[in-house]
């Protein structure tokens, strides 16, 4: 009947996973460079580094099994918020500076001292009065209805400098400066050992025969040592940790290597975050900037459709409103009679279906234009072109970051190789003074003369040695403090990225949270109240677009046509049919049966009847029947129509003008006159005609009239057919009004006289031209009723029909165009790349950097290890191997034994 528009090209308005960006899915493809290079990383070696293990045994030594880390960031920020106490600790501040919630409204939590109220927090409201500032170092964020706290005791504020740089080693600053104060302690003994030990041997040679002093003296013991324990063993350690020296620079460089490549893949992966925050920023400015050009257009086009849509709010109630009076007020008797109250309630039901699935999803659609397109659209332009200004600023900022990242990146590859030699250097010297003494003892092991003077290289492996080791215990402390600050800082980081609210305000971290936790910005900012409203259209669309009207609205047709032909059974029905035939019968009493029954019931004796119908003899035969009640309903009902003008039926048997045959009561005369007089009604006419019969004298007190004469009058004058004619009387009456309620019923209903055939659907039976006056009925009418039950459904279809049709074709308009455009602004306001981001880059600094660091540290502590070591061995060795044992002289005498070798060159006379 009214079919959906179907002729439009059908744009589907919903998120397109392939419009979206896809904004990360790796920083690194499989052909990059990049990804080259890890694989050449992987290959030369990177499987050497444990920088990995050392940052997990360096935190598991920091946090044991406590909160530590927790606790060390909760007193840094109470240190940071003391510095200016006065101005954190204020609790009610201006508007702009508010805590609000999503309607920009002040929060107001319990017992709350600023001015705004549950009653008066709007911005209007409050004026220059003060809300609840937003959360900062010392408030915690504002609740609705609960008592607001501080993030921190004032005892809490009395410690936290004690807790953080106190002088005790309980501290923080203590516990993590005793790693840089064991480096300097080793060092200045490192210092005192070698300065007392030079002294000794080269400045008190008086001293040197005094037991204690033994070990300073440059004098090979006179009973000399044993070559197997006392030289060779010694010389096999000092070998042993030249090996391990080798290994400490092994260690650094393995470690170097590691922050070349973190420094390397820290700038890729800055710059790869900037360029997806970019592409992010882009994506979503340019359909900013669109729907702010489409605004105006998709008001004017959500007004166009909003036109003359009043009637969704009224329309279905007051096609509920005509069948409930229908049935209900004004003809509660008739759909009684009828027996179709079930199917009254099957329309009803029908009607809640089309509520449901139609109106309602319609009612969503213009409500969502009107909130969002028309009422809201200057809220969404100036929304949309303070964040479009926002993102363009931003984007400049992010532009500089590109250039201070470039410029960082060619500085750190500049100096690069200065670090590199800043580190391996100190090995390299370390490496030489040890093959100086290494030098040595292969002069210890040769049989010429000559080249016993390089023994004395000894000296300068204990002596610079000692030099590299203090330098070396310095480097150590220094970097191992750094690395603990540096990974303590990191699990720092990774606490706030859980939550940063409570570090950086609630301002900032709307948006910082929103990327961490992959919630879309229009959510996180609540910007979706403002454009998010294609995905109610889209949904609902789906809907419509998915319904089929003319099934729903035939659902309701269909019990309204049953109930108009259970109307009209009303006047088939074997009940009705036998009132019918009883007044066929009783005008017809003359030619009744002997008993004078009517239908088999009012049997009386047979002179009774005689006398009876010798008075009573209304002979109209087939004056008041129905011919066929099987055949068609409108051939009853226009025989029925007939009844309320009994003189023409009346008159079709007897004649036109013809003359009862029954004698007058007020005459007593047989001259009723069976045509119409006048303009009286039928119950009029059946009056004069049918309730005037005389009576029958049966005795001598009759008036005038004798034995056996028609009377009017006396005690012995007996009316035989009073009972008759007042049963006349009641059943027309009753026959008339079950066919005026039919047809009024009929007429109110609708569906009777419904015809769409025409340019103009007709709802009325011919006749009824003035609608207001006839159709609807006066009754109807009355009732407050001023169209027929089908008029206004037929109404109300077309009119939803007419609004779906717009609704479905809102995708070729200037919505279906800001739709599309919000669409893709929303599915580009996921930033989870942001995390990914951190966390690369959190690799890179608390991972791959900070482990080379700590394995560089490493190697200088082993360094300074095995060097002290190195350069004890040396400083013995270089007086054990110019002397000579007393077992290896004899062994040499008996011819067993080793030469030995006198040196000429002393370098202490």
Known sequence: MFPLTDSHESRRLKFDTAVCPKIVDEFFGEDSERAQEEDEAELSGKELSQGGDAVGFLSDL??????????????????????????????????????????????????????????????????????????????????????????????????????????????????????????????????????????????????????????????????????????????????????????????????????????????????????????????????????GGLVDDAADA????????????????????????????????????????????????????????????????????????????DDMATALADASDKIVKLNTTVDGFFTDINDLDEQVEDIAPIRQLGILSTFAISLVCVAFGFLGVLSYWTPCKWDDILIYLMNLTWFFGSIIVTLSFILAGITIFLSVFWNDTCHWLDIVVQDFEPYVGSAASVGLNACFNNTP?????????????QDTINSTLAEIENTDLDAQFEGVAAPLEEINDMIKGILTADEFQTVVNSLDAMTNYENGPADCSINGEGAISTNDCNDAKAVCNFNVNGAFVVDDWEGDDSTELVQLDLFQEPWSLVENILGAGATAQWFSKTSLAADINVARAGSETGVQYMARVFQD?????????????????????????????????????????????????????????????????????????????????????????????????????????????????????????????????????????????????????????????????????????????????????????????????????????????????????????
């Open 693 to 909: 019969t005389a009576g029958i004298c049966g005795g001598d007190f009759c008036g005038a009239a004798s034995l056996g004469d028609p009377c009017n009058t006396g005690a012995d004058c007996s009316f035989l057919c009073t009972t008759i004619e007042d049963t006349i009387q009641t059943v027309w009456a009753e026959i008339v009004d079950a066919r005026a309620l039919v047809g009024d019923m009929l007429i109110d209903l609708g569906v009777e006289y419904f015809d769409d055939s025409g340019s103009e659907p007709v709802f009325c039976p011919s006749g009824t031209s003035t609608p207001t006056l006839t159709c609807p009925t006066a009754a109807f009418q009355t009732a407050g009723n001023a169209r027929t039950v089908k008029q206004e459904l037929y109404n109300f279809q077309a009119n939803i029909t007419a609004t779906t049709n717009d609704i479905v074709n809102i995708a070729n308009s200037a919505v279906g165009d800001i739709m599309d455009q919000v669409t893709i602004f929303l599915c580009n306001m996921e930033c989870g790349f942001v995390a990914d981001l951190y966390n690369n880059v959190h690799n890179d600094l608390c991972g791959t950097l900070l482990g080379g660091v700590l394995q560089i540290s490493a190697g200088f502590w082993f360094l300074a290890l095995f060097m002290f070591l190195n350069s004890a061995l040396g400083a013995l060795l270089v007086v054990r191997m110019r002397g000579i044992s007393k077992a290896d002289y004899e062994e040499r005498d008996e011819g067993s034994g080793v030469e030995m070798k006198g040196v000429s060159l002393d370098l202490y006379n």
């Open 521 to 533: 910005l229009v959510d996180a900012f609540n910007l979706t109240s403002k454009v998010d409203f």
């Open 62 to 291: 920091r946090s044991g099994a406590g909160d530590f880390y927790e606790t060390v960031l909760h007193n840094i920020m109470i240190y940071m918020c003391e510095q200016d106490i006065d101005v954190n600790e204020e609790r009610c501040v201006e508007f702009g500076e508010a805590a609000k919630d999503y309607a920009g409204h002040c929060v107001i939590p319990d017992s709350s001292p600023c001015d705004a109220t549950l009653t008066s927090r709007s911005e209007e409201d409050v004026g220059s009065g003060t809300c609840e500032r937003a959360s900062n170092c010392y408030w915690d964020v504002p609740v609705e209805g609960e008592t607001r706290e501080s993030r921190y005791t004032d005892k809490e504020a009395l410690d936290n400098e004690e807790y953080l740089i106190g002088a005790s080693m309980d501290s923080y600053i203590g516990k993590t400066a005793k790693y840089l104060v064991v480096g300097v302690v080793l060092a200045v003994l490192n210092i005192l050992i070698w300065t007392i030990f030079t002294i000794g041997r080269c400045c008190c040679c008086c001293l040197h025969s005094v037991c204690f002093c033994r070990c300073c003296s440059w004098k090979p013991k006179e009973e000399g040592y044993n070559t197997g324990c006392q030289v060779r063993f010694p010389i096999f350690m000092y070998i042993a940790f030249l090996a391990a020296i080798v290994g400490s620079a092994g260690v650094a460089f393995v470690g170097d290597k590691d922050v070349g490549k973190a420094f390397d893949s820290l700038f890729d992966n800055s710059r790869a975050g900037l360029s997806d925050m970019q592409s992010f920023l882009g994506k979503a400015n340019t359909p900013m900037q669109a729907i």
């Open 302 to 377: 959500s007004i166009d459709i909003l036109d003359g849509t009043d009637y969704v709010e009224y329309g279905m109630s007051n096609v509920i409103l005509r069948i409930n009076d229908f049935a209900t007020v004004v003809y509660a008797d008739g759909i009684t009679k009828a027996g179709a109250t079930d199917q009254i309630d099957t329309t009803l039901s029908s009607l809640g279906d089309v509520e449901t699935e139609v109106v309602d999803s319609v009612r969503e659609i213009l409500d969502t234009l009107r909130a969002s397109l028309v009422d809201g659209k």
